[in-house]
Every structure is written in structure tokens, then in C-alpha cells.
């Protein structure tokens, strides 16, 4: 088991640290290379607490803000889930199933795809699989034991994630419907959380009074069923392109038949507290797609937490078969994970591969100081910025400054027109790249192709756009 998961770790980290920056992750880089004071208030902007964000901070002034040094990081929040992992198992089922389930979350293509991003999602699966742990022994001992370590683990949860607040609440639930006639022990579970929030609440009072992040919150869709069954194939298969991904999702009905087989098993398959881990796993997904259709907050990757509990149901559920059988699926899961893995981190079709080093580079090499390059949506001149090497000017559409208190400012097409005129008496060329679509890039598009020539175009993956315009016309049109 030990050198399976360090072949896939290795792996993993070879393939993913040759991949491009991306968006989220220039932006974590960004926020980590201010002051302490700055990444609060920088973070009360955004969707997330600041916790990662410091402790990034912390980890840039010691190795540097290269992309394989930040993203070790999340490879070391990877590594240390293994344990808890192990731990949170072999409590609940015992050693097989254990192994079982640290080698399919090690083996996972979405928890490495993660474990290799400067994010807080590793992070976040830390807390809650710590969490998890000193909950199960909270509740089994009455609050006997764990109270110290599920105290630590909220409140590192809390501060990680707002979606932690989705495992609190289960939990609490669970405690209600279970203890409903040990009211001194519910009590006791109460007043175990109090702690928590307290220190949970200065940074909670000051988010609220920067307005709930409602400048930086994401343009997201409401989501469909596909979408849930699309979660479900990321989890287990990670990122593929629409081909292999419209087949897997395809498959739920073969799923309905697994779940089926497994409860009519369940009472030949040893295991202890099962239903919290159906609760912990299933219903922070179903409560979150739910509330997107007040206000869409609905993304896998928000999800991450329910990862461990999951494989632990599907290990638990392949030990209820007989010996040929479970080797049968798991060997076979297992090869088709692998298959996949590989699949996701060398094809350049992945859906979350950004290309903005590719496009930095072409920048690099053909814009000028005679030109300017100019990005929307705004908040994607990070990525590029990170990676760009030339001496032309970045601008952004609408025009940003990311250093004044205040949203993005909207996008109008007088205000384009006011910048491309003033552009116009500097440049003579605009390189406009285009990505992260948020509604009003067709109209930056037609409005240049109608008033200007452009001189090229160049695609690069997952909907990236580069597209270059001549302003002035005292320049030879050689490109």
C-alpha cells in the first residue's frame, strides 16, 4: 500500500507541477504576498476565510512564490489526510477496509488533482476528515473522549471553509436524532461547539460588516441533475472531456443497483456508526444543490470534504461481497482510476487545464512596449501576470485597480470606447485575451470586430482566446 501511494503521489506531482498557473491559484500566490493586515482584508473580500491564505503567506517567505514550491503545500495537506483517513477507517471498519480507503482517496484523480493546487481544499479535507474522527469518539464515548481534538478541528475547519459550517450542521443533527432522550449529552455537544465559534466569530463580524464578499462571489449556473451525477463521476474519475464524461455519467443506473445490493448486504458488512457516514457524505451535496437555486454556490471542488466518507462507503461496500468477487471490482476500480488519472493529467483536452502560461509566453514573445495587452474577465489578469516575462503594459476590460476598496466596476460600452480611444494615442496594437465569460464578452468581441482590424487570432485550451487588433494605422501591417 505504502509504495502505491507514494508512486501515485510522485506521479502526481511530476505531472501536475509542469502544468500551467492557474486563475485561482495566481490569485492565492497574490493575497500570500501581502502584509498579514492586507490578506484580512483582502480575504474578507473574497468567497473563503483566510487561514490557508496566511499560512501560504508564511510558506512563500520561505520558499519562494514559484508555482512548485507553492503548490507543495497542498501536497503536504495531501500527505497528512492519509493518516487521518486511516485513522477515521479502520475505527469505523477495521483494517481491510482501512487500506481500502486510503489507497482509493490516494489513487483518486480529484483528490490529486487538488493535492497539487494553491488552494484551500486539501486543507479543508484535513480539517474535516480530523473532524470526523473526534466526532465518531465524541458520540461513541458520550463525551468521554476526543472533546480537545474535535475543538481543535472545528475550529481549524471554520476558518479553512465556509462549507464547514454544512459539517457542523450535520453533525448537530446527527447528535439530535440519535441522543434525542440523553439531553445532558446534547447539551454537552452544545456547549462543545460554543468555543469554536466564539474564536470563529471576530473574523465572521468583520466579513459581514466588508459586505459578504458580495464584489468577488463567482458567476455560476443553477444546477441540474447532471450536474449531481457529474460531481460523483469528478470524485471517483476526476476531470475527463465531454466524451468520457457524458459515458460515465451515463452509468448512474448501474450505481442505483450497487447501492441496492449494498443495503440488502448491509447486514452481512462489519462496520460501526454507518449512518453517519451516509449522512456526512450525501447530505451536505443534496443541501448545497438544493440551495442553489436561491443563489448557485454549487462546485465539486466546494466538496471536496465529503471525499474520505465516500470512499469509505464504496471500500465498506465492496467487503460485503465474497473474496472473488470483491477482488474482482476493487482490482477493477482501481485499474480504471489509474487509467483515468493518467488520462487526465497528460491529455490537453482536461476541462480544468489552464493554458495561461502558453498564452503568457506567446505575449512574451511578440507584444511590445509599443502595444498593450488588455484581459477579460479582469480578475484573470492574475494568472497572467504571474506568468508573463515581457515589458508590454497588462491592462484590464473594464479597467480594475485592484488596490482601490470597491468591486470590479461594471462593463458599459461607453467606458470601452473611453479606453480603446485612450489607448489608441500610446499603441498600436492590442493584444485582447479572453476567458471567464462574465456576459458581456460577445460584446467586446463584435464591438472590436466592427471598429477595428483585427490582425490575428489564436486559440489555446478550455476557451482562451487571444485575438490582436490593430489602433493605429502609422505602423506596417506585417504582424
Request: glycine share 6%; net charge positive.
Amino acid at each position: 500500500m505504502v509504495l502505491l501511494i507514494m508512486a501515485s503521489v510522485l506521479f502526481s506531482a511530476f505531472s501536475l507541477y509542469t502544468q500551467s498557473v492557474r486563475l485561482d491559484e495566481s490569485q492565492s500566490i497574490w493575497v500570500a504576498t501581502k502584509s498579514a493586515g492586507d490578506i484580512f482584508y483582502l480575504m474578507s473580500q473574497d468567497v473563503h476565510p483566510p487561514l490557508y491564505n496566511l499560512l501560504l503567506h508564511f510558506w512563500v517567505q520561505v520558499f519562494g512564490t514559484d508555482i512548485v514550491f507553492a503548490r507543495t503545500l497542498s501536497l503536504a495537506f495531501f500527505l497528512l489526510t492519509l493518516p487521518f483517513i486511516f485513522v477515521l477507517a479502520k475505527e469505523a471498519a477495521g483494517y481491510s477496509v482501512a487500506y481500502l480507503t486510503t489507497v482509493l482517496f490516494a489513487l483518486s484523480p480529484f483528490a490529486l488533482w487538488y493535492s497539487s493546487e494553491t488552494r484551500m481544499y486539501m486543507l479543508f479535507t484535513l480539517a474535516t476528515t480530523w473532524s470526523n474522527i473526534y466526532f465518531l469518539r465524541v458520540f461513541r464515548s458520550r463525551g468521554g473522549q476526543g472533546k480537545v481534538g474535535y475543538l481543535l478541528a472545528t475550529t481549524l475547519g471554520l476558518y479553512t471553509h465556509y462549507f464547514f459550517l454544512l459539517v457542523v450542521f450535520v453533525q448537530t443533527v446527527y447528535i439530535f436524532f440519535k441522543c434525542l432522550a440523553q439531553k445532558r449529552f446534547i447539551l454537552l455537544f452544545l456547549a462543545l461547539l460554543t468555543p469554536p465559534f466564539l474564536i470563529f466569530l471576530p473574523w465572521a463580524i468583520y466579513f459581514l460588516s466588508h459586505g459578504l464578499a458580495a464584489s468577488s462571489q463567482p458567476v455560476l449556473a443553477r444546477p441540474s441533475a447532471y450536474n449531481l451525477f457529474q460531481t460523483f463521476s469528478d470524485f471517483l474519475f476526476g476531470f475527463q472531456n465531454r466524451t468520457i464524461e457524458g459515458v460515465l455519467v451515463s452509468l448512474w443506473p448501474l450505481l442505483v443497483i450497487f447501492l441496492f445490493f449494498t443495503f440488502t448486504r448491509g447486514g452481512k458488512i462489519a462496520g460501526r456508526d454507518i449512518d453517519y457516514f451516509f449522512l456526512i457524505t450525501f447530505a451536505p451535496i443534496i443541501l448545497v444543490f438544493m440551495a442553489s437555486f436561491i443563489r448557485p454556490v454549487y462546485l465539486s471542488r466546494y466538496l471536496i470534504f465529503v471525499l474520505p466518507t465516500l470512499f469509505f462507503l464504496i471500500a465498506w461496500s465492496l467487503s460485503g461481497f465474497s473474496g472473488r468477487m470483491a477482488r474482482f471490482l476493487i482490482v477493477g476500480l482501481l485499474v480504471i482510476m489509474v487509467g483515468l488519472l493518467l488520462y487526465q493529467d497528460f491529455t490537453s483536452s482536461t476541462p480544468a487545464e489552464e493554458n495561461y502560461r502558453g498564452v503568457a509566453n506567446y505575449l512574451s514573445q511578440n507584444a511590445t512596449p509599443g502595444d498593450i495587452i488588455a484581459v477579460s474577465a479582469p480578475f484573470t489578469v492574475y494568472p497572467l501576470e504571474y506568468a508573463y516575462t515581457g515589458h508590454a503594459r497588462i491592462d484590464t476590460i473594464p479597467n480594475w485597480d485592484r488596490y482601490v476598496q470597491g468591486p470590479i466596476p461594471p462593463f458599459t460600452l461607453a467606458g470601452l470606447t473611453d479606453q480603446l480611444n485612450s489607448y489608441k494615442t500610446e499603441y498600436a496594437r492590442l493584444f485582447l485575451v479572453l476567458s471567464y465569460d462574465q456576459g458581456y464578452e460577445s460584446r467586446i468581441r463584435n464591438y472590436l470586430d466592427t471598429h477595428y482590424q483585427m490582425l490575428k487570432e489564436k486559440k489555446f485550451a478550455n476557451g482562451i482566446d487571444l485575438r490582436v487588433y490593430r489602433l493605429r494605422y502609422d505602423i506596417p501591417e506585417s504582424f
